[in-house]
């Protein structure tokens, strides 16, 4: 993988994920900023099977597409990694419910890029700072949703990490489903997009 251009906090998330996915690995891209991001950092897709879902609103169903994912790629011994935002996480969070005569699968981790609401309205019309007194409630949706709480509910091993932590969690060996939440901050998203097309 090569950068190509200078990262922020959001996109170093997605800088770390793919660093760490190796060939034979499968990676799910959450919709909205997540596959914008890695796309961003100029990630080599080669050897990697990438899967995106993309429903009616964009994020429906993301959670259990990477699990029906993940259990027909481990078919082949490979691993898979979601790169999924909060938003995309929280409105599928009922697809880790997976009843217990069920296969699971023995190796998905989905890394959760948590900056509290719809950081993909930053860069849109909207996430115009002349709007802000109004915008990131109507269109950032802040939710302040306990990420680790709602794994819990559905008995899914989770954690809370640093960005800096990321690369050595995804080398961890693990057995099952886990969630890395990744905390994130948007305010710089519409800088940085605009220094990029400044560039060009």
């Known amino acids: 993988m090569s950068v190509f251009v200078d990262v922020t906090p959001d996109d170093a998330v997605a800088a770390a994920v793919a660093d760490a996915v190796r060939p034979g690995d499968q990676l799910v891209l ?22 995106s879902n993309r429903g009616v609103a964009g994020i429906d169903g993301t959670v259990s597409t990477a699990i029906g994912a993940a259990l027909a790629h481990e078919r082949g011994g490979g691993r898979t990694v979601a790169l999924i935002g909060d938003l995309t996480f929280v409105h599928d969070s009922s697809g880790l419910l997976i009843g217990p005569t069920e296969p699971t699968p023995r190796n998905l981790t989905i890394v959760v890029s948590n900056d509290n609401g719809g950081g993909i ?53 693990f057995d099952g489903m886990r969630v890395l939440e990744v905390k994130a901050d948007r305010s710089s998203l519409r800088a940085l997009h605009a220094s990029i097309r400044a560039a060009l």
């Open 121 to 173: 309205f930053e860069l849109l019309e909207q996430g115009d700072p002349r709007f802000s007194d109004v915008s990131s409630r109507i269109f950032g949706t802040p939710h302040d949703v306990d990420v680790g709480a709602l794994c819990r509910a559905y008995h899914v091993e989770s954690r809370q990490i640093e960005t800096g932590q990321l690369a050595d969690a995804l080398d961890e060996d």
């Open 30 to 51: 959450g919709a909205s900023n997540p596959v914008r991001d890695i796309a961003l950092v100029g990630f080599n897709t080669a050897d990697v099977k990438v899967r």
